[in-house]
């Protein structure tokens, strides 16, 4: 794909597959996440695909009503807390998901170590 001035620019993967390989390796971070964070129960894929697509709308709807990126290391020490806030928050509304304070706390420093490795814009 080129634009205007005739360079090439990369396809960023917006189309529908794009979404759904985002939401699998989100599901397959936040399974990763619950097995080594203390205070993260344990998820099947079912429900790690599940509290991926409710975080991301969290994140989502943050994002809009306070012009605010929740990503782990986005906004230094406050997008980190809220981030953490958005894992513990998730547990309300996914069945499946347990997370202490703490564990949503340590599940997003992992998540926020994941997401430097493998960069995916659905977290």
């Known amino acids: 794909m080129a634009d205007e001035q005739g360079q090439k620019t990369e396809n960023k993967g917006t189309g529908l597959l794009g979404i759904i390989i985002r939401f699998i390796i989100a599901a397959i971070v936040l399974l990763i996440t619950s097995y080594l964070v203390p205070g993260f129960d344990r ?14 709308l969290l994140d989502y709807a943050i994002n809009r009503l306070f012009k605010f990126d929740a990503s782990p290391f986005g906004r230094g020490i406050v997008g980190f807390l809220v981030s953490a806030l958005i894992i513990y928050l998730s547990q309300f509304i996914i069945p499946g998901m347990e997370v202490t304070a703490l564990g949503a706390i340590i599940a ?13 814009d659905v977290m």
């Not at 998820?43 to 991301?56: H, K």
């Not at 997003?108 to 995916?120: E, K």
Request: glycine share 8%.
């Open 108 to 120: 997003a420093f992992v998540i926020g170590i994941f997401d430097m490795i493998i960069p995916i």
């Open 43 to 56: 998820m099947t894929f079912g429900t790690a695909l599940v509290a991926a697509i409710v975080i991301s």
